[in-house]
């Protein structure tokens, strides 16, 4: 009898594929069902914003940063405006900054809400996706009141932001933040979250230690599903965070190994409480009337020099590093994002787990591919 | 006169008379006529169930389903059918034609097979065979066949993937299912799926789910083993949408994907009905089926589709709840869990009989 | 440990490597060095017990007439922040990898070089990371013209209201 | 923990998380109604009627849908096509007889953005974001929308006091 020959099976998983969460591109090598490795191929929406930001003014840059990370992309637009305006030393009228970190606490609702949706939906989940979609439709209506705009939001501006609260946004935010907190978390957990395939699924896959996450340059939740105790928003404060009473949930390992992929789902669906507590806080704290916008020139020169500031974003810490030359538009502009790390640990990680773990583990680090490739 | 056929045959014979020829082709008719009937009933429900699948889905999603074909989305399967017969058929340059073109059919047949030994209530049912039972778990495995053929003809990896998963799967899931359904042979002693149906009676404690704690739990490895037959969420491993893109019918496009889906509905069909009939006592009313008038043998097949059907039901409910497992998480759940399990039930079954000299739980107590 | 006090700290562990170092906006510190030390700076900055940095973003710049990669490390049992800048001749931009060091610094060294074209010796794996494998140029630099064409398809988008 | 038990605890919660998931469904199959709100040709016949029947009327107040330009105000300034990050508006002014007229409004509709800025810093509000979202065309060039056919004259700059009234 001949001697069977087997051989390794090259997959190519993407570009497009249901699973990569926009257009990313795995060569995948397994035997079997069981995974040798899968080396990820990005790039397929590099736009090259940071070559973008060279030719457009500071504040004609602000939409592009919408574009950076489209899930949330209020997270991007107060990166940029922090950076901008702490390289020019431009001070934001307090109503602002409320404004702000009520935005973006709901782009991070918002933002979790399609990540851990979308990683339940990558196990075959369709209903909790649904569910936790229509939590965003609402999230979406309440940014379309507060500046227009469902998606792209474009609400921050260099020294404040665009408008000033609508009219009856306030009671609509605490309806939503009542029905978040009392009703659909605990429900979806009942659906979904405690559910024992889903535990099986998740608990021990995709396991990241705490070292290595600092190594791989891991951010946000992804890091914090590690047991690293670390969030810029108390850690590092920018705006006004340093205001409010929040907890920082961290992994620990809540059905199996501290850092496997349920570590990371289930910061995700904590982290919702949380922001639900700073915007409520953020509400009662608020004034009534105020400046909601410093005003800068039209013609906005900043002075010259480098800087480096990071905001913590959804998908973990949004860096700019921005290097001035003192002229209209930006000299360098560098963004860092959480995706670009989560993705590139991908290839150590994949080693060994099976192909439908594969797809768990991209799912749960919550990438999004435009903010690996930008 | 075990059968439609049979029947069908009788009638003509008293009308037309008599002849060797004649009796032939009165033996075709006979079973033309029934298996007809039988494939325009599956593919019809199987269409019904597509359209109910997303009005299912919207509703448990707080969405509203289909809605535009007809009043309330109703047509919607068919303009889908309608669709897919007019969509081109793509087949791979490099894949295996004749197998390609094969395998759909193959998987469609195995489906509709096992509508001819389905007792629909009364005397509809194609043909009783004595071995009704093991036909029908024979038939059922068929499919696998086809899914396989699909897989390895489309010459994709995915596909491959999707086809030899579905083998692995559903010749260990056979397992369970099978021996959930002999449990009940032990009861009845009979393959024969009239036999099956006329020892259950009208009520639910006359029925064999309630027979004995055993035959009970034997019901849900059934229902889970049929689950992981039909190939629906929580073990949807050879389609995997998210993982295989669409598994072993990536390639296939116009009515040979059409075929797969009609089957794959036609099966939750069969499958409800299997568990109808074997379980929850079939279109039984308590009457003999082939004695009673008309009248009663359509409220027999009334009985039977109104168990049937909300069974169906529930293999919707159940996909829009559940996440899929990984593929090793479903070969640990047969082989430690479902197969001890119904094993366990097939012994105690056998020793219930034996104890209890072949009284069930109620029927012991209504003497 | 306040801005002055880390730059008293590095000016000490690393005194010989380092060309320049200024407190810069946003509570961080910008230290020059010469880009031959890069790696032995990086070791110190990584392991000493007083700094423990790790990386935190990494980016290169076109200067016109030099080129420069910046690391940007953070501390986080101390939480303080440093930037390393290490200046590199325009003709051949070349300096050693800090992948040993820090190894989730891979794929960052890999889109500097896919867009500037900054050479990172010992690196394990210097391909393009985000453009394609056969694209011309480092679209990063100042002088980089945008092709008309790739792979003959058409870059330009003519104005539609002209 | 012993093996034996393992095995039966993994049993149970499968059937005790399983059954709860099934419970909400249900809830959700039976109980809730859908919150769909259908695309506006549905309206007026659905259950679902929001504010009113038309297009413009479900969207919000701030909504930012196609560029309209308001020609009995625009003083021809410029500043909505230098503040376009993506250069998509076209303006041409031209001078006769000491009267500026504009000659030439274009706005490259397939390229907006809709991110607001030129409606931010246009002075006289002439240039505004109106509600409509509905763009679909069959020819891509019917999307460059040139808004000036005849040379339309400016309108006169509003002096200090009125543009701070306004």
């Not at chain 1, 979609?133 to 609402?138: G, Y």
């Not at chain 2, 003509?12 to 009937?37: A, N, R």
């Not at chain 2, 899929?324 to 079954?349: A, E, G, H």
Request: net charge negative; charged share 20%; proline share 5%.
């Amino acid at each position: 009898m001949a001697e069977l020959v087997s051989q390794e099976m090259f997959l190519n998983m993407g570009p497009h594929h249901p699973s990569t969460h926009g257009v990313l591109r795995l060569i995948v090598q397994t035997d079997g069902e069981i995974m040798r490795r899968a080396v990820p191929d990005v790039g397929y929406l590099h736009r090259g914003i940071e070559k973008i930001a060279e030719r457009v003014t500071y504040q004609g840059f602000m939409p592009y940063t919408d574009r950076i990370d489209y899930v949330s992309a209020f997270s991007g637009n107060l990166g940029y405006a922090l950076t901008v305006e702490r390289l020019a030393g431009i001070e934001v009228p307090e109503k602002a900054e409320y404004l702000r970190v009520i935005a973006a606490e709901l782009a991070r609702m918002g933002s979790h809400f399609i990540g851990f949706g979308a990683v339940l939906l990558d196990l075959g989940a369709v209903t909790p996706f649904v569910h936790a979609l229509r939590e965003r439709e609402t999230y979406n209506d309440l940014m379309e009141m507060l500046c227009g705009a469902r998606l792209t939001h474009n609400y921050a501006r260099i020294g404040g932001v665009s408008h000033d609260l609508p009219e009856g946004f306030k009671e609509k935010t605490l309806k939503f933040i009542d029905h978040l907190e009392y009703e659909f978390i605990d429900e979806f957990n009942n659906l979904i979250s405690f559910n024992s395939i889903l535990v099986k699924r998740f608990a021990n896959v995709g396991v990241v230690s705490a070292e290595k996450a600092i190594e791989y340059t891991l951010v946000g939740p992804n890091l914090r599903g590690s047991g690293v105790q670390f969030d810029l928003r108390r850690d590092d404060p920018y705006s006004i965070y340093d205001r409010f009473d929040f907890e920082i949930p961290v992994g620990k390992g809540k059905f199996g190994t501290v850092g496997d992929c349920y570590d990371r789902y289930w910061i995700r669906i904590q982290e919702i409480r949380e922001s639900c507590r700073i915007i409520r806080q953020a509400l009662e704290q608020m004034p009534e009337k105020g400046e909601i916008r410093t005003k800068i020139p039209k013609v906005f020169k900043p002075p010259k020099g480098e800087i480096y500031v990071r905001t913590e974003c959804p998908r973990g810490e949004m860096g700019f590093y921005l290097i001035s030359d003192g002229g209209k538009s930006p000299y360098r502009l560098k963004i860092r994002t959480g995706s670009f790390s989560a993705m590139s640990i991908l290839e150590e990680l994949s080693q060994g787990v099976m192909v439908a773990d594969l797809v768990a583990i991209i799912g749960s680090f919550d990438i999004v591919a435009p903010e690996i490739d930008r | 006169m075990h059968n439609l056929a049979s029947i069908i045959q009788s009638i003509l014979k008293e009308l037309f008379g008599s002849s060797p020829s004649l009796d032939l082709l009165y033996t075709f008719l006979g079973y033309l006529v029934p298996c007809l009937t039988v494939v325009t009933v599956i593919g019809m429900i199987g269409g019904i169930l597509t359209l109910m699948e997303r009005k299912v889905a919207g509703a448990i999603q707080n969405r509203l389903g289909p809605n535009r074909v007809g009043p309330y989305g109703s047509l919607q399967w068919i303009a889908d059918a309608i669709k897919l017969h007019l969509k081109e058929d793509i087949i791979p340059a490099l894949a295996d034609k004749n197998l390609f073109r094969l395998a759909p059919y193959i998987v469609f047949v195995g489906t509709v097979l096992t509508g001819l030994v389905i007792p629909f209530g009364g005397s509809f049912i194609v043909v009783d065979l004595n071995v009704g039972l093991i036909f029908l778990i024979v038939a059922v495995s068929l499919v696998v066949i086809g899914l396989l053929m699909s897989g390895w003809a489309s010459n994709n990896k995915w596909a491959l993937l999707g086809g030899i998963r579905s083998a692995a799967q559903i010749v260990s899931y056979e397992i369970p299912s099978a021996l959930a359904l002999l449990t009940v042979i032990l009861i009845t002693g009979s393959f024969s799926m009239q036999k099956i149906v006329a020892e259950q009676g009208l009520f639910p404690w006359q029925w064999f789910i309630f027979y004995n704690p055993f035959t009970f739990i034997a019901f849900f490895i059934f229902g889970i083993a049929s689950l992981a037959e039909l190939n629906r969420v929580p073990f949807d491993f050879p389609e995997a949408e998210s993982e295989l893109v669409s598994g072993y019918n990536v390639e296939y496009s116009s009515m040979r994907f059409g075929f797969f889906f009609a089957a794959e509905f036609g099966n939750i069909f069969v499958t409800a009905s299997i568990a109808t009939a074997v379980f929850l006592g079939g279109g039984n009313i308590g009457l003999d089926p082939y004695e009673s008038g008309i009248g009663y043998q359509l409220l027999m097949v009334l009985v039977f589709f109104a168990k049937a059907i909300p069974l169906c039901f529930v293999s919707l409910w159940v996909r829009w709840t559940l996440p899929r497992l990984r593929i090793d998480q479903m070969m640990s759940m047969c082989w430690k869990y479902l197969i001890p399990i119904s094993f366990v039930c097939l012994t105690c079954t056998a020793l219930w009989m034996l104890v209890f000299n072949g009284n069930g739980i109620f029927w012991r107590m209504s003497g | 440990m306040e801005q002055h006090e880390l730059i008293e700290k590095v000016k000490v562990t690393c005194q010989d490597s380092i060309v320049r170092i200024e407190e810069m906006p946003n509570d961080d510190v910008l230290v020059e060095i010469k880009k031959e030390e890069i790696l032995s700076v990086m070791d110190i900055l990584k392991n000493d017990p007083e700094l423990k940095f790790s990386i935190s973003n990494h980016l290169g710049v076109d200067n016109g007439e030099n080129y420069a990669v910046i690391y940007n490390l953070y501390s986080y049992p101390f939480k303080h922040k440093i930037t390393v800048k290490a200046c590199l001749d325009h003709e051949h931009p070349e300096i050693d990898s800090v992948e040993s060091i820090f190894q989730g610094m891979n794929w960052f060294e890999r889109e500097t070089y896919d867009l500037l074209g900054i050479k990172f010796t010992g690196h394990s794996n210097l391909k393009r990371l985000l453009l394609p494998p056969d694209w011309e140029g480092h679209p990063l630099r100042k002088d980089y013209v945008y092709p008309d064409f790739y792979n003959q398809i058409d870059n330009r988008r003519p104005d539609l209201c002209d | 923990m012993n093996p034996a038990i393992q095995y039966f605890k993994n049993i149970w919660d499968a059937i005790y998380t399983v059954s709860f998931g099934m419970i909400i469904t249900l809830k959700y199959w039976v109980k809730e109604p859908p919150i769909t709100i259908e695309y506006p040709d549905r309206l007026k016949k659905g259950p679902l009627i929001l504010s009113g029947n038309s297009l413009e009327e479900i969207v919000s107040d701030r909504f930012r849908g196609y560029l309209t330009v308001d020609f009995s105000t625009c003083i021809g300034c410029l500043q909505c096509m230098i503040t376009c990050p993506i250069d998509i508006i076209a303006i041409e002014t031209e001078k006769r007889d000491d009267v500026r007229f504009i000659t030439r409004f274009d706005i490259n509709q397939s390229k907006c953005m809709y991110c607001g800025l030129c409606v931010e810093v246009c002075p006289t509000d002439a240039i505004v974001h109106s509600k409509r979202f509905e763009g679909a065309c069959y020819d891509i060039k019917e999307l460059c929308i040139r808004h000036v056919e005849t040379a339309v004259p400016v309108a006169k700059r509003p002096s200090k006091g009125e543009a701070e009234s306004a």
